[in-house]
């Protein structure tokens, strides 16, 4: 982690601070950013000026207790509801991956050793019962008819081309209108979903256009 990454792997990068720190003008900045969300190794959220890496988990454990409720407690100040919830998926997923791989660290002494790791298993177990519920919890919570829309709508957006991130990348578009028709996969009674459906496929159908 660092003063511009969350330990879930969301942060906020002000691109006029980077760009200073880095020694490279603002333009190079965001096309380097742009072609990392084609990628798929980052995904924003122009409106909170937040951003999320899908492969966090692949370099942070989540096995200590200490660092589930670090994790935990990051989640919760998320403001894009849609990186929010990309970000509990990779959550939830590196939970199940990783639980089983060890817990506080290795101990030495015989009963000693095991009453330890009897009373931190029993911890995990608690907090893996919490953190399997995190999502169906906050959809209860937080999945308001508005926020919904207001996620689908930036998926529009950025299919569109609207965003300046996937304004001139037709690959970045399609990845866009892909995310928006899981979303609606969910199944919320919106009015228009219809026709957002139908834009978002065709979109995210469109061929790509060979060099």
Request: proline share 2%.
């Amino acid at each position: 982690m660092n003063r511009y990454v969350s330990a879930v792997g969301v942060g906020r990068l002000p691109l006029a601070v980077a760009s200073a720190e880095l020694g490279v003008e603002g333009a190079e900045l965001e096309a380097a950013l742009a072609e990392l969300a084609r990628r798929g190794l980052v995904v924003t959220d122009e409106e909170t000026g937040e951003y999320f890496l899908p492969r966090w988990w692949s370099f942070h454990r989540c096995s200590l207790i200490s660092q589930r409720r670090q994790a935990e407690l990051a989640l919760e100040k998320v403001e894009s509801g849609r990186l929010r919830e990309e970000a509990e998926r990779a959550f939830c997923r590196a939970v199940e991956r990783q639980g089983s791989r060890g817990g506080e660290g290795k101990k030495s002494g015989g009963k000693k050793r095991e009453k330890i790791a009897r009373k931190k298993s029993n911890k995990n177990k608690e907090l893996d019962d919490r953190i399997n519920n995190l999502r169906s919890n906050r959809t209860k919570q937080n999945r308001t008819k508005q926020n919904f829309m207001a996620d689908l709508m930036g998926f529009l957006r950025q299919a569109r081309g609207e965003d300046r991130l996937t304004r001139n990348d037709p690959a970045a578009r399609r990845s866009a209108a892909r995310a928006g028709l899981r979303l609606l996969e969910e199944g919320m009674d919106v009015v228009g979903a219809g026709e957002i459906r139908a834009e978002l496929k065709r979109i995210a159908e469109q061929p790509e256009r060979l060099h």
